[in-house]
Structures are given as structure tokens and as C-alpha cells.
């Protein structure tokens, strides 16, 4: 069973960063390509970023684009996203699960029971 464990999430202030980490666990990592979701106050969760086995693709949402940057750690078996420059609508709950698509397909929210709990980041204007 598919097992994710998502960490580092805080409160900071715009324009701070935080480092998001996604330990996984129950599948061969090397072989799967991940995302980063979020689910923002009252609305709908939405991709953030997504990465391909290799770590070489990566896709990530209009409103991020430039600020976050998304990595892994195959032998580490651990999903990264690094997020710059936050503002408060990056205010939310991060989620990472395995996605079975790359590219702009990567970012829908996949139909999959490996959500895990997330973590909360909370950025104060």
C-alpha cells in the first residue's frame, strides 16, 4: 500500500520560502512519475507541480511558475518542492501522491487513495 508522509510546512511571511519534503513509501519511487497538489481555503485542490521518474521533467502551474521548483530523491525515496518568494495565496494544505502522467496532464488531481495528510503552509501578508 502506497504510503506518502508530507513535511515541512509553516507560517512565514510573503516573500519568505520554505522547503516542502514527501517521504513515500509502499511502491518503487524510481519508477513513478509525483505531484505536489494544494487545496487553498474554500476551493478545490489543484496541481502545483509534477515530476517525472527521472527528475529531469517537470511541469508546474501558472501561478507558481518561477517561484517553485520541484525535486526528488530516488535513493532517498523523498519528493521535494521548494517554494520562493510566498504570497498569501500560496496559503494552503500541500499534498504530493504518485501521478500517472506528465506534463500539463500531471497536474489533475488524480483519482487515487494515496492522499496522505499534508502539510499545512500558512504564508501572513
Known amino acids: 500500500q502506497v504510503q506518502v508522509v508530507e513535511s515541512g510546512g509553516g507560517l512565514v511571511q510573503a516573500g519568505e520560502s520554505l522547503r516542502l519534503s514527501c517521504k513515500v513509501s509502499?511502491?518503487?519511487?524510481?519508477?513513478?512519475?509525483m505531484g505536489w497538489f494544494r487545496q487553498r481555503p474554500e476551493k478545490k485542490r489543484e496541481g502545483v507541480a509534477c515530476?517525472?521518474?527521472?527528475?529531469?521533467?517537470?511541469t508546474y502551474a501558472a501561478s507558481v511558475e518561477g517561484r517553485f521548483a520541484i525535486s526528488r530523491d530516488n535513493a532517498k525515496n523523498t519528493l521535494y518542492l521548494q517554494m520562493n518568494n510566498l504570497t498569501a495565496e500560496d496559503t494552503a494544505m500541500y499534498y504530493c501522491?504518485?501521478?500517472?502522467?506528465?506534463?500539463?496532464?500531471?497536474?489533475?488531481?488524480?483519482?487515487?487513495?494515496?492522499w496522505g495528510q499534508g502539510t499545512q503552509v500558512t504564508v501572513s501578508s
Open positions: 509502499g511502491l518503487v519511487f524510481g519508477d513513478v512519475a
Open positions: 501522491v504518485p501521478v500517472s502522467f506528465i506534463g500539463v496532464r500531471g497536474l489533475s488531481v488524480p483519482d487515487t487513495n494515496a
Open positions: 515530476i517525472d521518474w527521472t527528475g529531469y521533467i517537470d
